[in-house]
């Protein structure tokens, strides 16, 4: 099974993208977590496929996350950046190859290169 961690504080998003997630994606396993400080943890423990980080959070931001995951060993190329900013500031903000992607949380076309990384994800899972 595919393991994803979303880091978001808006239990709302995390609830519709998390249900979004296991109706679509069977073969994948969503852990939330609403408090960024509290997702430090499960970070360090490690062991997953995918994590979704939303940019602005308060207490910790996304970016700070990010450069905690990949120094505990998470493959900064299985981390996606989310944000309802648009994406010319969020590719000024994160270059390429920071992170898997930086997406608008809202827009359409990028709920398209997500579902691309769910399914791919999926498909592993299932060849295991």
Known sequence: ??????I????AFTRF????IRE???????E???????ALHSIKTGGYDLMLIDLEMPAMDGLKLLKFAVETGMDKNRIVILSGR?????HGLCPMG???????????R??????????????KAGAV
């Open 1 to 6: 099974m595919g393991r994803i961690l979303l």
């Open 17 to 20: 993208l998390g249900d979004y």
């Open 98 to 108: 920071t992170c898997l992607a930086v997406l608008n949380k809202f827009e359409a």
């Open 8 to 11: 978001d504080d808006d239990p």
């Open 110 to 123: 990028q709920k398209a290169v997500l579902d691309m990384v769910f399914s791919s994800l999926n498909r």
């Open 86 to 90: 648009d994406a010319d500031f969020l």
């Open 24 to 30: 679509n994606y069977p073969l994948l396993q969503v």
């Open 32 to 38: 939330i977590r609403n408090n960024p400080v509290a």
